[in-house]
């Protein structure tokens, strides 16, 4: 759409703006320089730390900006296993393929109900649950720990699991049923007079429609809850084997902190960044409009 | 529609009902009543205490210091990323050559937005763990820059004096790329021709960001301001990872100091209950005040 709007653009005559070459010429070597400027400074940090995770100690302590001698995998192979990054992915994704899901099919179908039936107290409902979003989450946090203790479900995946999908639900909720309310209602109509039960409709018909919101909103919530610290730091004290990818790198700091073993934390930093580096890459695009869709709810 | 409709209804509203109600409502109502009690969790019966706990937040410094911070944060981080995100998002997409092709981007668009928008996938603790390396005083990048130009190396996260700044600028680094990439998005949105004829008028390039584009990217600019604040009210996780609110509390914050009360060496609950009440209301009031100076009528082009 933006090419054929340049396009039109450029169809214009563009006489009038002619006096104004040279400045021009200056304003876009400036405005080069500062572009660069700030993409050199996200990225040098994260080239540095991919630098350094293959550095032994001595060279990351002696020369920050040195070059290593050679590329020492065994860092990446020690965080892995050692200080157990690998198995931190894996929880994560455990308790986030549950998260998701759970977050997907519970906010769809409260969604749906909102956009699509009339009933008694739907508005208030409805407002219950958006509201949500307005409280910071450290409210929750004392009351929360007793709750999911209390529960007897301290220190477990199902925990984790049953609070994040309970606090992605206002979001997801109020995303998704602005997006049900777009959808056609012929094609709704049309599926019922043909015998199609209200299950059915919205399995088979309503979903399938809303799949570019259903995705924009999935990734939405992957990336809070991939990348959620305080839940897990709250609820899932103790039992270090369960601890999911943000403890661990947490807890390799601490230790590198004692052990002075940097390569093994800037190799498990990398870890963790590689696959969303990769994942970003692939769809970036679908990525930053989900996420900005999100904040412009 | 009518008949049959209300199994649908329950089915599909009850588990997210149970689930919502259970931990997200209940903890938040509880919250409240927690606060006015004096409760350390070892019995299950707390000391009803009223109002005691807020009468103590008011004369306790170490809050003071945290809220001060966050009010620092909150008066700088909103307004240097969204003004940092604004200014790259012109440049990427209206910065190009315009006798040619109007308003146009400049070469390479795709790829800065790429890179900038990058940090925003990354977990704050990834982010927080490596600037706290990046800042480190004798193997740092910053550090190893600094001395190789023969310039003073500084403690940065170890001095008390920097700490606090060096974190707020990890903050407005993570941040900017997300919002070049949303204003991007809303620059987008308006109409060429409103460029072509404020062109075909000889408006300087200033003049037609001043003028136009920022006017018209009211709403979003308000709707990034929120979320900022918000952040800038929070910013735990950057400060537990990066300085553990030090030294000396310089660079602590109020979500920290209610993490700590609660889940420390002292487990004050009412106490903790407390200050999550007042970052309650706090974030209430920035949310509201925004969008009473926001709110006008909404732009549609049409």
């Not at chain 2, 072509?196 to 200033?206: K, M, P, T």
């Amino acid at each position: 759409m933006t090419t054929v709007q340049q396009r039109t653009a450029a169809d214009a005559p563009a006489t009038t703006a002619r006096p104004l070459r040279r400045d021009r010429g200056v304003a876009n070597v400036f405005s080069h320089t500062v572009l660069v400027v700030w993409a050199a400074l996200t990225i040098l940090p994260l080239a540095w730390m991919f630098v350094s995770s293959v550095k032994d100690n001595n060279e990351i302590l002696t020369d920050p900006w040195g070059l290593p001698a050679a590329l020492r995998f065994d860092n990446w192979v020690r965080a892995f296993n050692e200080a157990q990054i690998g198995r931190y992915l894996l929880n994560s994704l455990v308790v986030v393929t549950g998260s998701l899901t759970l977050t997907m099919l519970l906010g769809a179908s409260a969604a749906y109900v909102f956009a699509r039936y009339s009933f008694r107290g739907r508005q208030l409902l409805y407002y219950l649950f958006v509201g949500g979003m307005m409280f910071p989450v450290f409210l929750a946090l004392v009351p929360l720990f007793f709750v999911v203790r209390n529960a007897g479900l301290f220190g477990t995946w199902t925990g984790l699991i049953l609070v994040y999908a309970a606090y992605s639900l206002p979001f997801t909720v109020f995303f998704l049923t602005a997006f049900f309310r777009t959808l056609p209602t012929s094609v709704a109509e049309a599926a019922l007079m043909d015998g199609c039960g209200h299950f059915g409709l919205f399995f088979r018909v309503m979903l399938p429609m809303a799949r570019p919101g259903l995705i924009s909103v999935a990734i939405f919530n992957f990336l809070t809850q991939w990348n959620q610290f305080l839940l897990p730091q709250v609820l899932m004290q103790g039992d270090e084997s369960k601890w999911v990818l943000a403890q661990g790198l947490a807890a390799l700091a601490v230790n590198q902190g004692y052990a002075g073993d940097y390569s093994q934390l800037f190799a498990g930093l990398t870890i963790a960044v590689l696959p969303v580096l990769v994942v970003y890459a692939i769809f970036q695009r679908r990525i930053q409009s989900g996420l900005t869709a999100g904040q412009l709810k | 529609m009518k008949q049959g409709k209300y199994p649908l209804i329950i089915t599909f509203l009850v588990p997210p009902l149970l689930l919502y109600g259970v931990f997200v409502l209940s903890p938040y109502a509880q919250a409240f009543q927690i606060s006015t009690t004096e409760w350390l969790g070892y019995s299950p019966d707390a000391e009803f205490v009223g109002l005691e706990q807020f009468r103590r937040l008011l004369h306790d410094g170490y809050v003071w210091n945290a809220l001060k911070n966050n009010a620092i944060l909150l008066a700088i981080v909103p307004v240097v990323t969204i003004g940092l995100g604004l200014f790259f998002a012109a440049m990427l997409n209206m910065g190009g050559r315009r006798g040619r092709a109007g308003v146009a981007g400049v070469r390479g668009t795709s790829v800065y937005r790429l890179v900038y928008f990058f940090p925003q996938v990354l977990s704050v603790v990834i982010i927080a763990l490596l600037w706290k390396e990046v800042y480190h005083p004798n193997s740092g990048l910053l550090n190893g820059a600094l001395s190789a130009v023969g310039l003073p190396t500084p403690a940065w996260l170890g001095d008390p004096r920097t700490a606090f700044w060096c974190v707020l600028a990890v903050m407005v680094w993570s941040n900017v790329g997300f919002y070049v990439v949303l204003f991007g998005a809303a620059m987008q949105a308006i109409p060429r021709d409103i460029y072509e004829a404020v062109l075909l008028d000889g408006a300087s390039r200033w003049t037609t960001m001043r003028r136009i584009t920022i006017p018209l990217l009211r709403d979003t600019v308000q709707v990034a301001w929120i979320y900022l604040a918000i952040a800038a009210l929070d910013a735990f996780i950057l400060v537990q990872q990066m300085t553990k609110g030090g030294p000396n509390f310089s660079s602590d914050v109020i979500g920290l100091r209610m993490y700590d009360t609660a889940f420390g060496a002292e487990t004050k609950f009412g106490y903790a209950s407390a200050m999550g009440v007042v970052l309650f209301f706090l974030t209430l009031s920035v949310a509201i005040v925004a969008l009473r100076i926001g709110r006008r009528e909404r732009i549609e082009y049409s």
